[in-house]
């Protein structure tokens, strides 16, 4: 199961969940595989290929409950049974409600023993954006910052290139590829124009790029507007913007193929980030990765709509009171009030190091 667990990591499959998949047969392995990206075939159809003949009789470990419907690929549990595989281990049950227990109920009822619950912290914390949209319909939302040891993630002249080293960066790379969207606030579009795309080797899909801008002051010549003009359909730009935004700035906007989309405004006049949050959950968007700024980072925790922290440090001091900061906003008045995270984890990437955690709101 540590094995599938490690191969389903390499998928980039928003809106499905990460699987991986590996055969045994004698305590060996006939065969293994994962699944790339949503629309190409499942972890056990690339397992059950490679181990051909061998499958039958073997003992096969998911990472999730097999799918039982017929969908984009037809169902898994056929697969699995017409292969003649012993037994089935899975790590955790899809809460989706076209799966949930229904995969297992499907494979036992063809005489396949069937086992749940191996490695489900890990398999379960793989996929937690999927089943955290299928738990509550909304995307799960991650904020990420990278800033030096003296909590700066600019100078105060506002350069920002670069705080940390190549591999945090790879990192954030490979942490866009697999969300749903990746979400920036237009003070950063104007500050550091951003491309906000995945940049690694083969990727198979982009996330949905998404700016948050209530006026539409991005400009119709930033370099994340030119990218969605070239190839509107693998690197799609949607800017959140109010029903206050200039229809001129917007028609601009839209002859360059970038999706405008208005919002209602909250108390301050500024994008409703419940309403993008609906709007993307509609979308099946089931996780967003909100790369700042600090505006927009205290907006996401001031609605409470957070789940979960991943800031990255490097070893370096900028100083400066008006440089800026990961949250900005007016922040909390007293230490009592200051959000503390759970379940924190420390990763090292050379020299910097990441920080990632959740928030819980009272509301389990
Ligand atoms: N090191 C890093 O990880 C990193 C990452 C990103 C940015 N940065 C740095 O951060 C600085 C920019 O940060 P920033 O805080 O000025 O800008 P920001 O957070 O990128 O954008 C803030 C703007 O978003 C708009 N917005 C719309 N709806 C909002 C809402 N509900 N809540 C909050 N904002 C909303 C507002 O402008 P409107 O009212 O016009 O809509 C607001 O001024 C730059 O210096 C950049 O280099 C660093």
Redesign the pocket.
């Known amino acids: 199961m540590r094995q599938a667990l490690r191969l389903a990591r390499k998928g980039f499959t928003p809106p499905n969940p990460r699987v991986g998949c590996v055969l045994v047969r004698e305590g060996e392995v006939v065969g293994e595989g994962y699944c790339p990206a949503a629309g190409q075939p499942h972890a056990e159809v690339f397992a059950l290929r490679a181990a051909g003949e061998r499958a039958r009789g073997a003992i096969a470990y998911v990472t999730l409950e097999p799918h039982c419907f017929h969908g984009k690929t037809p169902p898994c549990t056929d697969a699995l049974i017409a292969a003649g595989v012993a037994r089935v281990v899975i790590a955790i049950l899809d809460n989706n409600p076209r799966v949930s227990g229904k995969g297992v109920a499907q494979l036992k009822a063809a005489g396949i023993e069937t086992v749940v619950g191996l490695r489900a912290t890990e398999a379960r914390r793989l996929n937690e954006d999927f089943l955290h949209f299928h738990e509550t319909g909304t995307p799960f939302i991650t904020l ?4 030096t040891l003296d909590g700066k ?2 100078t105060h002249t ?3 290139y670069w ?1 940390t080293g190549d591999s945090a960066r790879r990192h954030v790379h490979l942490m866009r590829a697999q969300s749903g969207a990746v979400v ?9 124009a ?1 491309m906000l795309t995945a940049r690694l080797p083969n990727l198979p899909r982009q996330p949905l790029r998404v700016i ?4 539409l ?1 991005t400009p119709s010549t930033a370099k994340c507007v030119q990218l969605a003009e070239l190839a509107p359909e693998s690197v799609p730009l949607l800017i ?3 029903e206050s935004a200039d229809p001129q700035r917007e028609a601009l906007l839209r002859e360059k193929r970038v999706e405008v989309a208005r919002l209602p405004a ?1 108390a ?6 419940k309403a993008l949050v609906q709007l993307l959950a509609e979308r099946e968007t089931i996780s967003l990765f909100v ?10 925790l ?2 409470q709509l957070a789940h979960k922290v991943f800031f ?1 440090i490097a070893p370096k001091l900028l100083g400066g009171a008006n440089a ?1 900061t ?1 949250i ?2 007016q922040g909390f008045a007293t230490m009592g009030e200051a959000l503390s995270l759970k379940d924190v984890k420390i990763h090292r990437f050379h020299q910097d190091i990441g920080v990632e955690g959740y928030l819980s709101w009272g509301d389990g």
């Open positions: 990420k910052a990278a800033m993630t600019a506002g350069e920002s705080i920036a606030g237009v003070g950063t579009v104007l500050k550091d951003p948050v801008d209530s006026h002051r959140a913007t109010t909250n301050q006049g500024r994008v409703d980030l790369e700042g700024g600090g505006e927009l980072h205290a907006g996401f001031q609605a990255f800026p990961p900005e906003g």
